[in-house]
């Protein structure tokens, strides 16, 4: 069981939204904007795509976006394209200079 | 641009000691202030912090894993390692090392770089 709570998969047709949750504590998501989260693709290793809950590192496109509300955080992607097809994994630093990983979601492009 | 390459033996029996060794190219471990660590995944699960090290010697690990776990980087080989004692089937995964260039220990979830991993297999 992962520390971070995230649904098993979402799925969405080609050009609508997907919005995958990430649940903590406030000794984790709720207490702390170090929050992340990573794309993977099948095979692959993770690749950063949100930072400091909102923050897209360069060459992200800005229709990925992050957000939170108490101790969820949540990754939404707009325009949903068929190379959005991925594993999404959240991730955050911990009071006690740890870092938690959610268990990933399976995005499914329909 | 930093690359990171894992690096070791991919079958380990049980009980005995799993090491792995992460190449750095494109920067120098000990040029300026980073972040140097190990991440696992599991056949078909999710993604675990085993822990990280930072260039100036400063360790952190995950609790569940710490007693078994040494992570240390040698600058005249441009490249960190891991050691995980005493391997059970459980260990068996996908490690892949990763970095953070900066000077933020709280920015540990944000690992820029990361290696393209290596399948180790815990069995006798």
């Known amino acids: 069981q992962s520390a971070l709570t995230q649904p098993r998969s979402v799925s969405g047709s080609p050009g609508q939204s997907v919005t995958i949750s990430c649940t903590g504590t406030?000794?984790?998501?709720?207490?702390?904007?170090?929050v992340s989260w990573y794309r993977q693709h099948p095979g692959k290793a993770p690749k950063l795509i949100i930072y400091?809950?909102?923050e897209r590192p360069s060459g992200v496109p800005d229709r990925i976006s992050g957000s939170k509300s108490g101790n969820t955080v949540s990754l939404t992607i707009s325009g949903l394209r068929a190379e959005d097809e991925a594993e999404y994994h959240c991730?955050?630093?911990?009071?006690?200079?740890?870092?938690?990983f959610g268990g990933g979601t399976k995005v499914s492009v329909l | 641009q930093l690359q990171l390459q894992e690096s070791g033996p991919g079958l380990v029996k049980p009980s005995e000691t799993l090491s792995l060794t992460c190449i750095v190219s494109g920067v120098s471990v000990s040029s300026g202030p980073s972040y140097w660590g190990w991440i696992r995944q599991p056949p078909g699960k999710g993604l675990e912090w085993i822990g990280s090290v930072y260039y100036g010697g400063s360790t952190y690990f995950n609790p569940t894993l710490k007693s078994r776990v040494t992570i240390s980087v040698d600058t005249s080989k441009n490249q960190f390692s891991l050691r995980l004692s005493s391997v059970t089937a459980a260990d068996t995964a996908v490690y892949y090392c990763?970095?953070?260039?900066?000077?933020?220990?709280?920015?540990?979830?944000?690992?820029?770089?990361w290696g393209q991993g290596t399948l180790v297999a815990v069995s006798s």
């Open positions: 991730c955050s630093f911990e009071d006690n200079y740890r870092v938690l």
């Open positions: 990763a970095s953070r260039i900066g000077d933020c220990p709280r920015c540990l979830p944000y690992l820029d770089f």
């Open positions: 406030s000794s984790d998501v709720g207490g702390s904007n170090f």
């Open positions: 400091g809950v909102t």
